[in-house]
């Protein structure tokens, strides 16, 4: 089977430009949770996902955004990019309360 | 809002020594998480932790949730090459998502 899996794996933006990010959970997962994640530091979480509601948002301001479709697939969104944006964004999926599967991220780096 | 603490920092070990790391909550949790990141990789799932007190081996890794639910422990015994990472520990305020610690870099040297 596969894991989850993040698209693209590595991205250059310019500051003030707009981003999506894609995630597919593994199959039968239903939550998908987001996180950032800066170089020596641990992850943040931005968003939770479960059955396509938002289930928890983290302390990020209203740039990002992102949402869940009905195959359980998840897109992040970051508008009007800083340079403090770049960083390791990961994906995760599970079951509910339970491990979580990370995919290998995307690295942004917004110059 | 909850906050999760990790020490050391950094730990460097020569391969054969023990390694411990410490994670303290600023709130009770739910249960909590271990995750290994190998340098370069994502977070790997290695333990969750749900009820008081409990302790639970992996092999060479030994993990442990405390009595008040606040704080966890990591033990790994005769540490090898194959370690090194940094240890990520992650707690469920009831609900309220993981919230990650700062992660302890495990350096071995051989």
């Known amino acids: 089977d596969a894991g989850v899996t993040q698209s693209p794996t590595h991205l250059i933006k310019t500051r003030g430009q707009q981003v999506t990010l894609r995630c597919s959970p593994i199959s039968g997962h239903k939550s998908v949770s987001w996180y950032q994640q800066v170089l020596g530091q641990g992850p943040q979480f931005i968003f939770q996902y479960y059955e396509k509601e938002e289930r928890g948002r983290g302390n990020f301001p209203d740039r990002f955004s992102a949402r869940q479709f009905p195959n359980y697939s998840s897109e992040l969104n970051v508008n009007a990019l800083l340079l403090g944006d770049s960083a390791l964004y990961l994906c995760a999926s599970s079951l509910v309360n339970t491990e979580a599967f990370f995919g290998q991220g995307t690295r942004l780096t917004v110059v | ?110």
Not at chain 2, 49 to 57: A, F, I, M, N, Y
Request: net charge positive; hydrophobic share 30%; charged share 15%.
């Open chain 2, 1 to 110: 809002g909850q906050q999760v603490m990790q020490i050391p920092q950094y730990q460097h070990v020569q391969e054969g020594e023990d390694f411990t790391t410490y994670c303290n909550s600023s709130t009770t949790l739910s249960n909590i998480q271990w995750y290994k990141q190998r340098p370069g990789g994502h977070p790997v799932f290695l333990i969750q932790l749900v009820k008081s007190g409990e302790v639970k081996k992996q092999k060479r890794l030994t993990f442990q949730f405390g009595e008040a639910k606040k704080n966890s422990s990591l033990h790994i015994t005769a540490t090898q090459t194959t370690d090194v990472g940094t240890y990520f520990c992650a707690g469920d305020n009831y609900g309220q998502n993981f919230v990650f610690g700062p992660g302890t870099r495990l350096s071995v040297l051989p």
